[in-house]
């Protein structure tokens, strides 16, 4: 599998261009497209999700802009100084990420939240592609198994010797590491899989990795 460059236009999944057309009928001024991701041009921090939600990055055309996933993602963010401001509601609100970049598995929202095999494996050359252009040493956090094997499908690297964990450090190359979350999903925060001093805690280890 190659890497490629983001194409905003992209509409290589037929199950996802259609769900995508019907989603632009019933909510016109939705964004309803590939979602390129957002932050810093050379990060030192990749962060890696799924994909994009219905009423969040899919309509706003951010990652983890608007729904509830972000809320704590960019809280967090703010805390450990790595984005400028507290929330992120609108592209246009003048949030900054610093040192690091969002990005997600999947760039089209898919139905019920849940890409197929192959799409995510059509998907993966983005991926592949911002993985390529980060600095050698740089971290990268998987919020969630399914980024998590996407990460490792990037760099040809078998899942089995990899297995998915929360707070989990993986040494995938000299220099190149994964560090494991639980997706900051409405489900795993209300159900408490996920709290945010958990959460902190994942995301204060991959920051301070980065940066040391």
Known sequence: MSAARFDPNCRACPRLA????????????????????????RPRLLIVGLA????????????FTGDHAGILLYQTLHDLGLASQ??????????????CRITNAVKCLPPENK???????????YLRAE??????????????????????????LPPSRFPFAHGKV?????????????????????????????????LRRARDLALN
Do not use: K, W
Request: aromatic share 4%; proline share 8%.
């Open 170 to 202: 993986h040494r995938l190359a000299p220099g190149r590491r994964l560090v494991d979350c639980y997706h900051c999903s409405r489900y795993n925060t209300q159900t408490g899989r996920l709290t945010p001093i958990m959460f902190q805690r994942a």
């Open 86 to 99: 507290q929330m992120g509601a609108a592209p246009d609100d003048g949030l900054r990420l610093l040192g």
């Open 18 to 41: 259609a769900h995508l057309d019907r989603v632009t009928e019933t909510h016109p001024d939705y964004h309803a497209r590939p979602v390129a991701a957002f932050g810093a041009a």
């Open 131 to 156: 993985i390529a252009a980060l600095p050698a040493d740089a971290v990268v956090l998987a919020l969630g198994a399914v980024a998590h094997r996407a990460v490792l499908m990037a760099l040809d």
């Open 115 to 125: 890409p197929t095999g192959q799409e995510i494996r059509r998907c993966n050359a």
């Open 52 to 63: 994009p939600g219905m009423h969040g990055a899919n309509r706003t055309g951010r990652p």
